[in-house]
């Protein structure tokens, strides 16, 4: 299995800051037959179900603002809100879909400092 | 637009079996796979297994075979998950979620979610 890890667990950003989440897997998910990294990140806000936000690692899914913004490749990778916004207060999750089982990170908490 | 909308809460003692219900709209059901993700309390999220729209062909993740089953009826566009043998640790949030429709595992809608709840 490829395990994910994410930090920091929590992470409290002033209005407007930029936020950077980190997460790793434990196997590389960049394939070699087409050079991309099958990485994925999650938004989910207070009492919803999750929301895709970037796929291939820094591909923006349609109607993501363009504040969010991933890089990283093989092992590494991460996920940044340029311009946090009241609106942005949630769990973050990585989650690779190199192989079965997907698993997800254990998520990042961003809040308002 | 794309909705999926999941059955109600439901409460079951240990045991006992739960069957959760998803349906699809907004888009051709037989042409993707559904997915079925739990969460539960203050945790993270937890890939069980997903199931072919079109064939009915499924793929588990190890740890709930043998207890967790997926079906589809496609001519009513739902998806079922059915968990034999609830334990405490089943209750969760369960969320059914729709793959992308150029087929690698990447789940774009999601469902509102069934909280399924384990007690005696």
């Known amino acids: 299995d490829i395990v994910m890890t994410q930090s920091p667990d929590s992470l409290a950003v002033s209005l407007g800051e930029r936020a950077t989440i980190n997460c790793k897997s434990s196997?590389?998910?960049?394939?070699?037959?087409?050079?991309?990294?099958?990485l994925a990140w999650y938004q989910q806000r207070p009492g919803q179900p999750p929301k895709l936000l970037l796929y291939?690692?820094?591909t923006r899914e349609s109607g993501v603002p363009e504040r969010f913004s991933g890089s990283g490749s093989g092992t590494d990778f991460t996920l940044t809100i340029s311009s946090l916004q009241a609106e942005d207060v949630a769990v973050y999750y990585c989650?690779?879909?190199?192989?079965?089982?997907?698993?997800f990170g254990p998520g990042t908490k961003v809040h308002i400092k | 637009q794309v909705q999926l909308v999941q059955s109600g809460a439901e409460v079951r003692k240990p045991g006992a079996s739960v069957k959760v219900s998803c349906k699809a709209s907004?888009?051709?059901?037989?042409?993707?796979?559904l997915h079925w993700v739990r969460q539960a309390p203050g945790q993270s999220l937890e890939w069980m297994g997903w199931?072919?729209?079109?064939?009915?062909?499924?793929k588990m993740s190890q740890k709930f075979r043998g207890r967790v089953t997926i079906t589809r009826d496609s001519s009513a566009s739902t998806a079922y998950l059915e968990v034999s043998s609830l334990t405490f640790e089943d209750t969760a949030v369960y969320y059914c979620?729709?793959?992308?429709?150029?087929?690698?595992?990447?789940?774009?809608?999601w469902g509102q979610g069934t909280l399924v709840t384990v007690s005696s």
């Open positions: 979620a729709r793959n992308v429709e150029w087929a690698f595992p990447i789940l774009d809608y």
């Open positions: 907004g888009y051709t059901f037989t042409s993707v796979a």
């Open positions: 199931i072919n729209g079109g064939n009915g062909d499924t």
């Open positions: 196997r590389s998910v960049l394939s070699s037959s087409n050079n991309m990294n099958y």
């Open positions: 291939w690692a820094s």
């Open positions: 989650q690779q879909y190199y192989s079965t089982p997907l698993l």
